[in-house]
Structures are given as structure tokens and as C-alpha cells.
């Protein structure tokens, strides 16, 4: 459900100028009924100025009388055509404080294994800014001497999937240019889920040709000779030592 702007503020001019019901505050605004309760009281939202949202296009008079008449009633975010859209996310991806010391080395394998990306599709995988990119990819940035390159996605920076998509949106901007792809970048255009279920390398055929039966054949004979041939030469130097003069007496 869509909440409305300043959804506290709103809270506290409805407590203060209608009649509504704490549940059906708190709904609208997406808070908990004690809370709204807490605002009633003034312990909660002290001092927070009340949002008029008959004024700012966000409910309408009727909509606050049918809530007043009936206490079940849900009251429902005015639509504005505007507005349309807006809880999309914009900008760079959030990314947790003990996840960005990792965002440099993510940065760099991104920019050696995948140079198409473009800045923005590296920023909003990682979370990252432009100028940062640029620090990395020119080799500027302060600490790039103990910078490693590790894959996002093992990083938890990102999905897999999210990865292949920037990876294929890159590639077909790319061939819709003009520019050849290499091998490697055509490879990187089918998806993990998609290499991973090709066909299996073809099993080691289970018969022999009787060709190559009779040429494995010779080939041990041959072995075995030469075997032999080793041994009666080695024996030939292990000959018996000669009778002393005691035995010969």
C-alpha cells in the first residue's frame, strides 16, 4: 500500500483535527496503532508540526467522512498520476558498512572483466560513484596497489542475475553500434543458468577398434622385451666371486 509524504506529520493533523480511529490512522500512515496512540497522548512526535493532507492532494474531505461514519473503513492514498513511479529505486544501490571496504576490489574485477559496463551499470551493481570508478579504472585511486579484484557477486555486492543482465544489456548496446564482439564477449551473452545447463562432454567411446586392439597388443610386447632385455643385462655384472685359496685347498 502506498503511504503517504511526511506519513508522521500526517498522523499528528489527523489526530488533532478528525475523529478517526487509532487503527485507521495508523494504516494509512503505516505506523502501529500504539504509536498513533503515543501521539494522542504526546509522548510520541513532540513538537512535530501537523501536515494537512486534504491541502497537500493526498486525501479528500469524503474520504475522511467515510473513515469517520465507519469505523472499518480503510482510507485510501488520493491517486496522483504524478507521483506514478516514485518508489522506484533511483541512484546507487545501498550497500551495508560492512560490505564497502569490499566495493574497491569489486570495482576493479568489474572493470578487468568486463570493460563494456559502462559507469553506471558498475554503480548501480556495486553501489559505488563515477568518480570512484574512474579512480580505478585510471589506476588513482589511493590505495590501488593493494587493491585485489574479487567478483561482486561472491562479494554479495550483487546477483548473479543482476550481473548477467548489465552483462547482456552491454553487449547488445555494443552490437547494435556497429562494433565486433570477440569470442570472449560473445561467451559472456549466455547466461549462467544457461551454461550451466549445456550438453555434457562426449564419454570416452567404451570399444576399441581392433586396429588399435592390436596396436596396444605390440606395443606391450615390445615393452616386455625390452623388460627382458634390461634384466639379463643387469645379471651379466652379478657374477660370483671368486674361490679364495682356502677353498681351493
Known sequence: MALPIMAKATAVWLVDNTTLTFKQIADFCGLHELEVQGIADGDVAAGVK??????????????????????????????????????????????????????PASILWLVKFHPE???????????????????????????????????????????????DAAVQKANAKKAKD???????????LVSTEQSLG??????????????????????????EEEETLLVDADSLFNLPDAPSEDEET
Open 50 to 103: 501537523g501536515f494537512d493532507p486534504i491541502a497537500n492532494n493526498q486525501l479528500t474531505q469524503e474520504e475522511i467522512d467515510a473513515g469517520i461514519n465507519d469505523p472499518l473503513h480503510s482510507l485510501k492514498l488520493k491517486y496522483n498520476a504524478a507521483a506514478e513511479g516514485e518508489q522506484q529505486r533511483r541512484g546507487p544501490r545501498y550497500t551495508p558498512l560492512s560490505k564497502r571496504q569490499d566495493r
Open 178 to 188: 556497429g562494433e565486433v564482439m570477440s569470442d570472449d564477449e560473445r561467451r559472456k
Open 117 to 163: 559496463l559502462s559507469d553506471g551499470q558498475i554503480s548501480k551493481l556495486v553501489g559505488t560513484t563515477k568518480p570512484t570508478i574512474n579512480a580505478i579504472r585510471e589506476r588513482t585511486h589511493w590505495n590501488i596497489q593493494n587493491i585485489q579484484p574479487i567478483d561482486p557477486v561472491a562479494l554479495g555486492l550483487c546477483k548473479q542475475s543482476e550481473l
Open 198 to 223: 549445456g550438453d555434457p562432454e562426449p564419454a570416452v567411446p567404451e570399444a576399441i577398434t581392433a586396429a588399435e586392439t592390436f596396436a596396444l597388443a605390440d606395443d606391450s610386447a615390445d615393452d
